[in-house]
């Protein structure tokens, strides 16, 4: 039996260092931007947050994406 992963959903998570902590520690922020098309390119994606960063007054520390999939059975 053979399974198959169906894309359903993505989010974009954006970290963001905000500041520092008492022991200089950078203090990470996340932004999440949901509804983003699971056919999307994972280099869409990040230029996409690179876009979207230029817009935020804090330093982008990282990009994620999140991906929700249904598995299904083939045959």
């Known amino acids: 039996m053979a399974v198959e992963a ?3 959903a993505s989010v974009l998570i ?3 260092v905000t500041g520092v902590d ?3 520690n950078p203090i990470l922020r ?6 983003i098309k699971p056919a999307a390119t ?5 230029d996409a947050a690179l876009a979207l960063a230029g ?8 990009v994620e994406r999140q991906l929700t ?3 299904i059975e083939v045959q």
């Open 55 to 62: 817009l935020q007054m804090h330093t982008l520390a990282a």
């Open 42 to 46: 994972d280099q869409n994606v990040y």
């Open 69 to 71: 999939s249904e598995l």
């Open 6 to 8: 169906v894309p359903l």
């Open 22 to 24: 008492d022991e200089g």
């Open 30 to 35: 996340a932004r999440r931007w949901s509804n």
């Open 14 to 16: 954006a970290r963001f």
